[in-house]
Structures are given as C-alpha cells and as structure tokens.
C-alpha cells in the first residue's frame, strides 16, 4: 500500500484516524498504531513482513544487552551492525556481488533472484540508530519490545523514509501530544493534514507528470536523438525524484504530525542551493545526517587532517550511493557528488588563502556574492545535480554515458527529437514543468512568512487544501501512470 492510492486515501487512514482517537490511553493509540502499521506494511508482501519482525526483535535483545553497562557492550554493538548489513546485503545486494563477481572472473555462478523486500533499507537503518544509540547512552536502552516495535514500524516512514534517529523520538513513544496521553490539539491535526495533502499534491500533480516524460525517454535508445530529447529527460527526471521523494517526506511528517509524533525535516528547497556541499545540506537530510552522525563522525569526520578529511567524504558517499541500490550507477552517483565536495573544498580554501580570510569572516565572504555570481552558483548546481541524477536513472553506466554524451554534444539536427519534445510538452505538462521550477524555490515560504499573521491565511490554505485534495483523487482514479520509485531502495 502506499499513500498515493484510492484505497490508502478513503479507507485505511480514515479507519486508523477513527480508531487511533477513541479517548482511551496512549498504550491503546500505540497498540492501534502498531497494528495498523504491520497491516499496511502486510498489504503488498505479506510474508516480508516477518523479515521486519525478526529485524525489531533482534535489534530489542541488541539493545537489552547494550544496556548492560557490565556487560561487553562493543561485541553487542560490533555483532549488531554485522546482523544489520547482513540483513540488508543478504536481500538487497547478493545478486550485485555474485554479478560483480562474475564479471570480473569470467565465471558463471548462478544469480539468486531474491525479491527486494519495500523499505528494507530505511527500516535497517533505523534499527542501527536505535542500538548505536543506546551503546553511547544506555539510558536511552528501551525495554519495551512493543515501543520499539512501534519505532521501527510505524507506517507513516516505514517505506520511504524520512529516516528517524531514535534520540529524536524515543520520549514521543510514551509521551506526546497536549497532554503527554496522545491527545493531539486540532491545530496540529490540521496541520498535518494540510502537510499531507501538500505532500500528495508534490507526488500525483507534479512528480507522476514528470516521471512520464523521464520515463518515455528513458526507455528509448538515445543515441538516435539529440540534446534536446537527452535534456529534456534528465530535467523531467531531476523533478519527478524530488518532488516524488520530498512530496513521500512530506506526507510522513503530516501523517505523523496527525498522531501526535514530530518528524524533523527531510528536505528543503535543495535545487536553490549554491554549491554541492548546501546542496547536501538540504537534500534528503535525514539520510546526510545519519551518515554524518554514525558513520563520517565516527571515521574522524575533518578532526584528523584534510586527506583523512577527503577519505572519509568518499566512504560516505560510496556507502550514501550504494545504499539507493544495488547497481554500479547508484555507485558512481554518490561518488559524483563526493567529488565536487572535495572540488568545491579546495576551491574554497584557495579562494580564502588568497584573500587573506580567516576564521569568523568566511562566512561574511561567502555572502557577499551579488545576484550576477549567486545566479552562476545555483546553474552550477543544477548541472551538477541533473547530469548525476543521469547515473542514479539510467540502468547502467553505459546507458548513462552515452545519455550524458547526447546531452553536451548531441547538437545535431533530428526531426525525430523535436517531434517527441512537442509531443511530450504539451500544454498540461509544459504548466507543470514551470511550476516545479518555480516550486523549487522557496517561494512559498516567502508568501507564508508575509501572510501567516493574517487571518485570511490559513482560510486560503485550508481551502486550497481541499481543493488539491480533490483534484489528486480525480487524478487517482483516472490515471493509471502512478509509479511506487522506492522498489529499488
């Protein structure tokens, strides 16, 4: 089941709303939740559904140990993190390893074809935030088998994220809401409905619209057309994964924000960014920030000298691309932007060095651009970013290449090109293609903080709420293009 689908919108979540404020205690909203959650996870794959069982459980007797302070905590951790990557490469990555294995030997080992089970890859790391962090406070240890449960599996992140840290939850598992029982204010219900239909809107209007051009294009042999079909695909693919991504991230945090739970941020606005490294900053920030704080900090983060520095940069993001899938593209994407982190850190120490800054007034510096060079940063970005969203789409490097190869030299005149482009642009989508620009920009953000003090405010957003709403609905049951891009994560 997913949120973008008639049968979530008009039967499960109304139920589990239903259900969740009879006016009982918060063990019974926890128990409805938790029951609701494995439903909607059991929906599509039943039988994986054991696989997360066993993942919680596991991971509760982990954190029971860790929390022994006289006990061998570092084996428990060390034992721990080997069951989860297990976990995750035994059902995502085998097949990879024994192709890669084949290809670089010349041998012929059978590939297991085992299904990827959804949302394998954030609830793992979920359960690895949970014992990491009670090896470093075991306080944080939770003894109760059924608030974990709840942790790991509540539906609203349990198949496309965002990824919770478990010190960013742990007290809203026994104590949330206006009271500390679950009960949530009407402003906060209202909000997280209005934060979810935002998030369908992204997902149905915007990224669905997106994905078929992508997709039409994708799917072509590209080296008969030119430039122009090869840019256009990369952009409408640069738009349907964000707003496909952050619309999910946003209908997490509504969802959650309905049950009384608060999510942190995932996204925001990462194609206004200036440079690779804020893009990173705004993208997909609950992953960032997860490899930031359990892996890239505990490796020596920028404590132990600039090659260090530049080491640690490219594990994490060789380990941030292959976590997206198991496919060398994934790979060379992550290593991509590793890349023109490292590039743009030393430009940026160059550029300091020979302006005599140091230490407070960098940042003074680095604000001082005019509109003129702001403009050129945030184009270098967007280049950047679609010609690497090439590898994340494309279904190897070859394809890949040959796509990128079209994109800056495949300047030739084709009739066949410009034709699909009119076909694929037409009016409806060409409205869409601007708006997610514009979108991309924090311009919304701008008209709330002029408007929200206004009481004609949140009547226009109440209902334009409804009104996307009902056209997402009507979109819903008249179109079947309505992909789920998270199978492969």
């Known amino acids: 089941m997913v949120f973008s689908s008639i049968i979530f919108l008009t039967a499960f979540l109304p139920l589990t709303f239903i259900l969740y404020y009879f006016p009982f205690s918060i063990k019974y909203k926890n128990t409805i939740l938790i029951i609701m959650s494995l439903l909607f996870y059991s929906f599509g794959e039943p039988v994986y559904i054991l696989l997360m069982l066993g993942s919680v459980l596991m991971n509760y007797l982990f954190g029971r140990l860790l929390g022994n302070v006289d006990g061998k905590r570092k084996l428990w951790l060390i034992l721990s993190v080997i069951f989860n990557i297990g976990l995750l490469g035994v059902f995502k990555y085998t097949g990879f390893f024994v192709e890669t294995v084949n290809q670089a030997f010349r041998l012929s080992l059978h590939v297991p074809k085992i299904e990827l089970p959804i949302g394998i890859s954030f609830y793992t790391f979920q359960a690895m935030s949970y014992v990491i962090d009670v090896y ?127 999510f942190l941020e995932n996204f925001d606005h990462p194609y206004s960014s200036l440079s690779i490294k804020e893009f990173w900053r705004r993208w997909h920030i609950s992953l960032s920030t997860w490899f930031k704080e359990y892996v890239y900090i505990p490796l020596g983060g920028n404590r132990k000298g600039k090659i260090r520095t530049n080491v640690n940069k490219i594990i994490v993001f060789f380990l941030t691309g292959f976590w997206h899938g198991a496919n060398w593209t994934f790979i060379v994407w992550g290593l991509f932007h590793g890349a023109f982190l490292i590039i743009e850190d030393f430009v940026r120490t160059l550029t300091r060095k020979q302006k005599g800054v140091e230490g407070s007034d960098r940042k003074a510096v680095s604000g001082n651009d005019n509109i003129v060079v702001k403009i050129i940063k945030n184009i270098y970005v967007w280049i950047v970013v679609t010609v690497g969203f090439v590898f994340f789409r494309a279904d190897n490097i ?5 796509f990128i190869g079209k994109m800056f030299a495949g300047f030739s005149k084709n009739r066949a090109s410009v034709v699909l482009v009119c076909k694929l642009l037409n009016n409806y989508n060409i409205f869409v293609l601007v708006l997610a620009f514009i979108l991309s920009y924090p311009v919304v953000k701008i008209i709330k903080d002029k408007l929200s003090n206004k009481k004609i405010y949140k009547s226009m957003v109440a209902a334009g709420s409804l009104l996307l709403l009902g056209m997402c609905i009507l ?14 994560f």
């Not at 979109?475 to 492969?488: D, V, W």
């Open 136 to 262: 470093r406070d075991e306080k944080q240890v939770q003894k109760n088998f059924f608030k974990l449960l709840l942790y790991i599996s509540f539906f609203p992140q349990l198949i496309a994220g965002p990824i919770v840290r478990y010190h960013d939850i742990d007290v809203q598992l026994g104590k949330r809401g206006v009271d500390g029982k679950g009960k949530t204010s009407p402003r906060m219900i209202v909000d997280g409905m209005e934060r979810f239909v935002k998030g369908l809107a992204k997902k149905v209007i915007i990224a669905n619209a997106m994905g078929q051009i992508a997709d039409t294009i994708y799917a072509l042999d590209i080296t008969g057309y030119n430039a122009l079909v090869a840019w256009t695909g990369a952009i409408a693919y640069v738009f349907q994964i964000y707003y496909d991504f952050s619309g999910y991230s946003d209908m997490a945090i509504g969802l959650a924000k309905m049950f009384g739970f608060e």
């Open 475 to 488: 979109n819903l049951a008249s179109e079947a293009y309505n992909p789920f891009i998270y199978f492969r």
């Open 398 to 402: 070859s394809i890949a290449m040959a």
